[in-house]
């Protein structure tokens, strides 16, 4: 069974860093491109990054670039978003996601709340 | 980046009655491989996002097959035969021949 578990959100200041993971398992991890993509409260969804398979390629919103970082740990079949310089619009639930198909698979997300 | 245009926003239905949500793109999705990356994703309330169909008309794995995927280059209809309970949420359409991959803005499907 596939399955994409996200972890590290939380309260932060404006201005603050964090840094996101997601476990994969039940799919050969190494062997597939991976995105984050988020949703403000109410709104709807934002791809934002993603990373190759074996990390040589890596893609950002204009929103995020140069603020955020994707990068991959394939021998711990972990994905992570490390977030600098976070601002209140980055509030939002971040999903990983497998978006290959077929076999597409979403996270359960991790709530990412940037507030003073 | 490519905008998708989704309509209807809100779209009401009675159980057992066929529905169909628009998604037209500003630029043709037909990638230069050949294929045409168009997906069709339901988000039921509290939930991530399930994928339904890729490429357009391709059924992911346990999906249903009241579900249905039409069209070509900038035109996209998902269409639902026979409405049913677990059907109800917000649909997105999501293309990802271009960068940035970019979403539609999402149908809310409601229980007339």
């Known amino acids: 069974e596939v399955q994409l578990v996200e972890s590290g959100g939380g309260l932060v200041k404006p201005g603050s860093s964090l840094k996101l993971s997601c476990v994969a398992s039940g799919f050969t991890f190494s062997s597939y491109g991976m995105h984050w993509i988020r949703q403000a409260p109410k709104k709807g969804l934002e791809w934002i990054a993603l990373?190759?398979?074996?990390?040589?390629?890596?893609y950002y919103a204009d929103s995020v670039k140069g603020r955020f970082t994707i990068s991959r740990d394939n021998s711990k079949n972990t994905l992570y978003l490390e977030m600098n310089s976070l601002r209140s619009e980055d509030t939002a639930m971040y999903y990983c996601?497998?978006?290959?198909?077929?076999?597409?698979?979403w996270g359960q997300g991790t709530l990412v709340t940037v507030s003073s | 980046d490519v905008v998708l245009t989704q309509t209807p926003p809100t779209l009401l239905a009675t159980i057992g009655q066929s529905v169909s949500i628009s998604c037209r793109s500003s630029q043709s999705l037909l990638h230069s491989n050949g294929n045409t990356y168009l997906n069709w994703l339901l988000q039921r309330t509290g939930q991530s996002p399930q994928p339904l169909i890729y490429l357009v008309s391709k059924l992911e794995s346990g999906v249903p097959n009241r579900f249905s995927g039409s069209g070509s280059g900038t035109d996209f209809t998902l269409k639902i035969s026979g409405v049913e309970a677990e059907d109800l949420g917000v649909y997105y359409c999501m293309q990802f021949t271009h960068y940035p991959r970019t979403f539609g803005g999402g149908t809310k499907l409601e229980l007339k």
């Open positions: 990373i190759y398979y074996d990390s040589s390629n890596k």
């Open positions: 996601a497998k978006l290959a198909s077929p076999g597409a698979y």
